[in-house]
């Protein structure tokens, strides 16, 4: 075991940062990622990236849609593999795919960058990218950097402003 020159605490060899207080253990040994044995790693072996709904035949994604709660407004997303969601700030160079200013984002707390949606084959998936007021999915704040799959008549929150996830065949 590798002690924390600051705090004390104990760590396992290879450990290159303590835990508890942020400090670099010296004697952490070589910079690489060792792999954890097997008995370490999850149970579970799902892919969190795939809906139980996806269809493995299907070539093209069923359109996603997100209205606006307050304004009533239907968005059909651009079919992209990744959509930005947020304010314009054109003095700032800050140009989000989808710009939630005319819908009260300014004052429901919207960040210029707030999140992103992805397309992974058939699937959606939400990410807050670090927003001040938080992304929320069926009323839970979602962690930063952590994508969520969207399934329809989810709903979806950015800070303030409600959305509901519209999932249509064409």
């Known amino acids: 075991m590798i002690e ?3 705090c004390g605490r104990k760590h396992r ?12 253990l010296p004697t952490g040994g070589p910079l690489r990622t060792e792999p954890l044995p097997d008995e370490e790693l999850p149970v579970s072996r799902a892919n969190p990236w795939v809906s139980e709904q996806v269809d493995e ?23 992209s593999t990744e959509v930005h ?10 140009f989000p795919d989808l ?17 992103k949606i992805h397309q992974r084959g058939a699937t ?3 990410e807050d990218v670090g927003s001040a007021n938080g992304t929320f ?12 799959v969207l399934k329809d008549k989810d709903e ?3 800070g303030t402003v409600k959305m509901q996830v519209v999932l249509q065949e064409e």
Do not use: M, W
């Open 124 to 126: 959606y998936l939400v």
């Open 137 to 148: 999915l069926n009323g839970q704040r979602l962690t930063p950097y952590l994508p969520h």
């Open 57 to 79: 035949d299907k070539t093209t994604p069923t359109p996603l849609y997100l209205k606006i709660l307050e304004t009533d407004r239907q968005i059909r997303l651009p079919s």
């Open 99 to 115: 710009d939630l200013t005319t819908d009260g984002g300014l004052e429901g707390g919207v960040s210029r960058r707030h999140c």
């Open 13 to 24: 060899p290879g450990t290159l940062f303590c835990s508890e207080c942020g400090v670099y």
């Open 156 to 158: 979806l929150q950015l």
């Open 85 to 94: 969601v947020g304010r314009l700030d054109a003095a700032h160079g800050i």
């Open 4 to 6: 924390c020159p600051s």
